[in-house]
């Protein structure tokens, strides 16, 4: 009796890993009866399935998969011998009997997989010509391998689309980013075929492995290729769907890396929350919690434990994140947090992105409200890509007490919605935490809510405002030339901020500023200070206010409001530059020749901060809702800010019509552009970006544009000049593209200008030439300063 052929090991472990993949994918329970399904028992399943789609009157032509079948039972005579011993074999066929019930609930689905298997089929006709003579060749094995592992990377591909959660919605999409794959699949079945021929036939040892290597070779390439182009193609839709939505990342980015850096200076500090039992519950990758939601009070540090608990999840976790702040008008509104929470998730997952691209970027859908709370359902309940166990995705929401009411109501309705679903397997578990202040709304609204109360947590926050204190003081008294304090007074001041704070980081924060900016001599006056400094925040705002105005003038106090409202209610944080220009044009004259000289924000330092990327922000929201309320000694108020603010806009581009009206003609002489190197025309682009809102803004209130205010004025002075240039300027520039009217999105609020028919005429036109993108794209053009220069004006 012979002996059985040895078995390769690289032919062995191909099967081997070929058949692992596909069992972790498949769900135990679909795969129970696999092992001992026979090719027999698929073909009686495939006409029972023909009788079924029959019966329907959805009859398919399900003779195709007979040549692949058929080419099944020559290919496992041949392969028996390489997986005997094994359970590998009938994993070659028994997937087929599911596949094809599922997809036939969907009949394009169930063309598109039956077309598959025919294509397939096409790849093993050599194994009907062969014998066992060859078994025995390393070679040979490897090559019969290889077509195991194609066929079973197929099933899985084939398995995933039909049990994915939404897979119907998905699944054409899916199947035409897979075809790139499956054609290289194809590919490498059909080059191992002919490795079939010339192993039968190969007069030398050589020319075979040589082949072998070529085709190995060529296989690793394929696969590199159609990662590179997958990759690229979702980035291409990626991109479609962010201009699509009309979205700017970098707010986010910029709200999330400032929260960020304040935990990073100061390590440990919110270590404690890691080892709480709820967050760790909610931490689990477990049904159970939800949602928890953080509470506290203004500047108890919330924003701060929100971004290290995003970080700590970044590494291991798929975790989400929208931080709400009023510093960012846009980061509050509902629309926009679905937007952003949607486009991180569709970076997860390329399927999706590529749906949502052709069902509504390409469709020209609008992203109304409707559409994005749907989009994001979706998104969320087909997320899981493995079939056999739930996804979790972690989302994390902070600063939600910024919004309107509505807009809570919405979201947290949306996402009980969401987390609330009890998923099968293979579906997915959102788990949510929300950030904020103690809320009546959020609190009715809430779902299955734990709670983990900042005020109630005073040990733990203690220790973590010590711990911050002692990082803060021994940074600065170990400095030499510094106060001299022994350990144990450092110590006792440590205790006396901590006592102070109360559980406000902020206010120790605060207290700390203070301590690091006046002059003492020894820790007994730092002591005595510390003691002394107002017990509520609201005080201590006013006591700073106080100190900073009690030697201005009137004139001096109104521009130190002046800067104070800037920060408080621009349409998006200022930069540096754009807030001295902003400043420089706030008295509503356009004939300005000298910028606000920049010690005025130094003036404002103890209660702003300038970030990273120059903007200008308060150093926590309740500066500006203590500006807003009656205690403070300096109040701000948004309607008057829109008077000023708009007057501010319009000013700047008088003053850019005057100074750079007619570059069309000429280059720009030293003096203007020097004006332009110093900063005083730095609000252009935002007066071009945002002078119709405050118009518009303004008229929509209920008395009505002012028509004796001098912001009306300079409006009404704007349009003339717009009027006047209209047919040597822009808008009749054969270079400069109009949007099409399907693109142009209608403000309601003109017909609050239809009395002015001047002033709606130019708004209107400016809300339908106006793009950021294009001002970028214009301002990259240093060859032509003065049409730069025209377009930012409009």
Known sequence: MPLKPAISTPARETLRTAFEDLQRTITPADAKDFPST????????????????????????????????????????????????????????????????????????????????????????????????????????ETLAIFYADILQFHKHAYVFVKRSGWKLLFLTSWDRFDKRFKGILEDMVRHEALVDLEANARSIYQANKAHQEVQSWREEHLGHVIQVEQEQAMAHYQSILSWLKVDESDQLAIFDSVCLEGQRYPGTCSWVLKHSKVNAWLRRQPDTPVLWLQGSPGSGKSVISAQLVKFLGTNYSVIHHFCTSAYPTSIKYEEILKSLLLQLLKRDGDICAHIYRRCVEEKKSPTRAILEQLLRTTFSSFCTEPSKNAYIW???????????????????????????????????????????????????????????????????????????????????????????????????????????DGMFLYARLVLDYIMTNIFYSADEIRTSVGK???????????????????????????????????????????????????????????????????????????????????????????????????????????????????????????????????????????ELHRVIKGLHGLHVYATEYWTDYLLSQASTPAGLNTSSIFFTLACQLAKRLDADADTSLYNDSTVSRPSKDHVVMDKRLDRLRNHPGLQRQVNRALEDRSIKKIETEHKDPGDQGRALLHVLR
């Open 395 to 501: 989302v994390v929401l902070d600063g939600l007490d910024e919004c309107e009411d509505n807009t809570k109501k919405r979201f947290v309705t949306l996402m009980n919605q969401i987390s609330s679903e009890t998923p099968q397997c293979g579906g997915t578990v959102c788990k949510m935490l929300l950030s904020s202040r103690p809320s009546p709304v959020l609190s009715s609204s809430l779902r299955r809510k734990n709670i983990i109360s900042l005020t109630e947590e005073e040990e733990n926050v203690a220790a973590a405002i010590r711990l911050y204190t002692c990082l803060r003081l021994g940074a600065q008294f170990q400095k030499s030339g510094q106060l001299e304090i022994t350990p144990d007074e450092l110590t006792e001041i440590e205790h006396n901020i901590v006592k102070k704070a």
């Open 533 to 671: 400094l107002p017990p509520k925040l609201s005080d201590f705002y006013h006591e700073i206010l106080s100190r900073i105005l009690v030697c201005l003038d009137s004139r001096s106090k109104t521009r130190i409001k002046c800067v104070l409202s800037w920060i408080a209610f621009a349409k998006r944080p200022l930069k540096r530059l754009e807030l001295l220009s902003a400043i420089s044009f706030s008295e509503g004259t356009h004939n300005v020749s000298n910028i606000a000289p920049a010690h005025i924000l130094d003036i404002c330092g103890p209660l702003t901060e300038e970030r990273s990327d120059t903007t200008l922000t308060f150093i926590h929201v309740s500066v500006k809702e203590f500006l807003q309320s009656n205690s403070s000694n300096l109040t701000i108020s948004e309607p008057d800010s829109i008077m000023e603010h708009g007057a501010a806009c319009v000013a700047c581009l008088l003053s850019g019509f005057e100074v750079f009206g007619d570059l069309h003609q000429r280059s720009l002489t030293p003096q």
């Open 38 to 141: 026979t090719l027999n028992d698929v073909r009686k399943a495939v006409l029972d399935i023909e009788n079924q789609l029959a019966a329907r009157q959805c009859l398919r032509n399900m003779r195709r998969l007979s040549p692949f079948l058929k080419g099944l039972g020559h290919y496992a005579k041949v392969a028996e011998v390489l997986c005997n011993g094994t359970p590998y074999l009938p994993w070659v066929w028994a997937p087929i009997t599911f596949i094809l019930q599922a997809a036939s609930e969907f009949v394009e689905a169930f063309e598109k997989v039956i077309k598959g298997y025919s294509r397939i089929s096409s790849s093993m006709s050599r194994f009907e010509i062969l014998s066992d003579a060859f078994i025995g060749n390393p070679d040979f094995q």
